[in-house]
C-alpha cells in the first residue's frame, strides 16, 4: 500500500522533458516573475531544464524588444536561439505569457517545420495570449483621457508601414469590422493565422502534443479577451464566434481542427485581470502538463480562482 501511494507521487514528480518560457508586453526573460517561474517549475520538477527566452541577453533591451521590432525577425532570431541550445535537441514544453504565447504558437508554424535543427514543441500552454489578436489597445477608465488620446492616436497610425514592421503590438491588430485593411497591411499576425487567400501549407500545429489556452476571465488589457481562446469578438455587436465556428477551424488553416478531433485543444479560465497568477495557478498547470505521465487526459473545462484576488 505505501509503495503504490509512493510510486504515484514518483511518477507525479518526474520530468525529463525541458521547458521553454517567453514573457509577455512590459516584462523581461529575466525579471523576478519570470524567474520565480522556472524556480518554481525545479521546484516540482527537480532537474528539468529551464530555458527563459530572451530577445536579447540585456534584460533592458529585451524588454524593449517586446514593444518594437519586427515580430517576424524575432521569432526567427528565437529559432536560432533554441537551436542553439543542446538541452532543447529532443524537443521541449512550452509556457508563453500573453504575446510571449502568441510568439510561441509562431515559433511552433514557423521554425521545426522547415528546419530540423530547430527543436520541436510538445505542449504549448499559453496565459492570455492575443491568438485572435487585438481589436482595440488596452480599455480606458472613463475619465482617464491621456488613455484614450494615446489609443485613438495608436489606431490613426496602426496600419502605417513603419508600424507594421517596428510596433510590436500592431502587428497583431484585427478588428474583425475592418478586415481588408488587415489582410492587405497586417505585418504578422494575418499570415501566421494563414487568413490570405493564398495558404501556406507548411502551417500545421497538428504536431503538437497539446495545445493549451487559458483565459483571463477580467482581461481589460488584451481587447477581446477572447482571443486568448482563439474566438472572434465583434466589439460592435458583442457576438462572440467560438473557434470551432471559424473559417481557420473549420478548413484547418494552421491544423487547430486535428488538434481539436483528436481532443488535444485545451480551454481553460483563470480568475482575474491579465496575468493575475499566482503559484497555485504555475503549480496547477505544471503538475498537468509538464510531467511525464500521460495518464492525465484532457477533461472538461476547469476554472481556477485566482487566491491574490
Ligand atoms: C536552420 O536553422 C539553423 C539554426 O537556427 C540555421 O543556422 C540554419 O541556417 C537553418 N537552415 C535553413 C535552411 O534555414
Ligand atoms: C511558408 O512558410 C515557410 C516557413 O516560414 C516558408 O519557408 C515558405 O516559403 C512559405 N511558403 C509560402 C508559399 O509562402
Known amino acids: 500500500m505505501k509503495l503504490v501511494t509512493l510510486a504515484i507521487q514518483l511518477s507525479t514528480v518526474l520530468a525529463t522533458t525541458p521547458v521553454v518560457l517567453w514573457h509577455g508586453l512590459g516584462d523581461r526573460y529575466d525579471s523576478p516573475g519570470m524567474t520565480g517561474v522556472a524556480d518554481q517549475i525545479r521546484d516540482i520538477y527537480p532537474d528539468i531544464y529551464v530555458h527563459s527566452v530572451g530577445l536579447s ?4 533591451k529585451d524588454q524593449q524588444m517586446g514593444l518594437l521590432g519586427n515580430v517576424r525577425e524575432q521569432v526567427e532570431s528565437v529559432c536560432d536561439q533554441l537551436a542553439a541550445i543542446p538541452e532543447l535537441k529532443g524537443g ?15 515559433y511552433a508554424e514557423l521554425c521545426p517545420l522547415t528546419n530540423a535543427s530547430a527543436p520541436v514543441l510538445r505542449k504549448l500552454i499559453t496565459f492570455g495570449s492575443p491568438h485572435n489578436g ?17 489609443n485613438k492616436l495608436f489606431k490613426s497610425q496602426v496600419w502605417t508601414k513603419n508600424s507594421q514592421t517596428n510596433v510590436v503590438v500592431a502587428q497583431y491588430y484585427r478588428d474583425p469590422n475592418h478586415m481588408d485593411v488587415y489582410l492587405e497591411k497586417s505585418g504578422f499576425l494575418a499570415d501566421i493565422n494563414n487568413e490570405r487567400q493564398q495558404k501556406n501549407k507548411t502551417y500545421d500545429l497538428s504536431y503538437l502534443e ?3 489556452m487559458v483565459m483571463f476571465s477580467e482581461d481589460t488589457t488584451v481587447v477581446p479577451m477572447e482571443s486568448a481562446w482563439f474566438q472572434e469578438v465583434d466589439l460592435e455587436s458583442g457576438q462572440v464566434t467560438h473557434l470551432e465556428d471559424r473559417e481557420i477551424y473549420q478548413e484547418d488553416w ?10 488535444d485543444l485545451e480551454f481553460h479560465t483563470v480568475h482575474g485581470q491579465h496575468m493575475e497568477i499566482n503559484d497555485d495557478v504555475i503549480e496547477t498547470f505544471a503538475l498537468r502538463y509538464l510531467g511525464d505521465d500521460d495518464d492525465i487526459k484532457a477533461g472538461d473545462d476547469f476554472v ?3 487566491q491574490a484576488k
Open 57 to 60: 541577453e540585456d534584460g533592458g
Open 92 to 106: 521541449f514544453n512550452a509556457i508563453g505569457f500573453s504575446q510571449g504565447g502568441l510568439f510561441l504558437r509562431s
Open 134 to 150: 487585438i481589436a482595440d489597445m488596452p480599455l480606458c477608465g472613463p475619465s482617464d483621457f491621456l488613455c484614450k488620446s494615446r
Open 210 to 212: 497539446k495545445f493549451v
Open 254 to 263: 494552421i491544423g487547430l481542427k486535428k488538434l481539436g478531433k483528436r481532443g
Open 304 to 306: 481556477f480562482v485566482n
